[in-house]
């Protein structure tokens, strides 16, 4: 078992930047790829960034792309996602979630282990 917890969500105004934070504790002496995904009211959870474990192979959705870059420091088990140009329709409540084994994913299903989740709000 895996144990997430997610930091540093906010209020921010556009164009304002803001990092997360996701740090693990359990049985992080496995391996485990890691994403951040996104939710609104009454939408599916959405898809932003992955990171695989060795590789550190990143992934992005597309609407964020140049914009957020995720990033991991395996010897703090902590996972992290830099936010700049941020804009009101990145509000949402972020997640971090995790999956074993090196590879990531961009499906919310193929991850087992799912953080508190953390809100962001951009104000325009």
């Known amino acids: 078992q895996v144990q997430l917890v997610e930091s540093g969500g906010g209020l921010v105004q556009t164009g304002g930047s803001l990092r997360l934070s996701c740090a693990a504790s359990g049985r992080t002496s496995s391996n485990y790829a890691m994403g951040w995904f996104r939710q609104t009211p009454g939408k599916e959870r959405e898809f932003v960034a992955a990171i695989s474990w060795s590789t550190r192979i990143t992934y992005y959705a597309d609407s964020v792309k140049g914009r957020f870059t995720i990033s991991r420091d395996n010897a703090k088990n902590t996972v992290y996602l830099q936010m700049n140009s941020l804009k009101p329709e990145d509000t949402a409540v972020y997640f971090c979630?995790?999956?074993?084994?090196?590879?990531?994913?961009?499906?919310?299903?193929?991850?087992?282990?799912w953080g508190q989740g953390t809100q962001v709000t951009v104000s325009s």
């Open positions: 979630a995790a999956r074993s084994g090196s590879g990531s994913s961009q499906k919310f299903y193929d991850y087992p282990y």
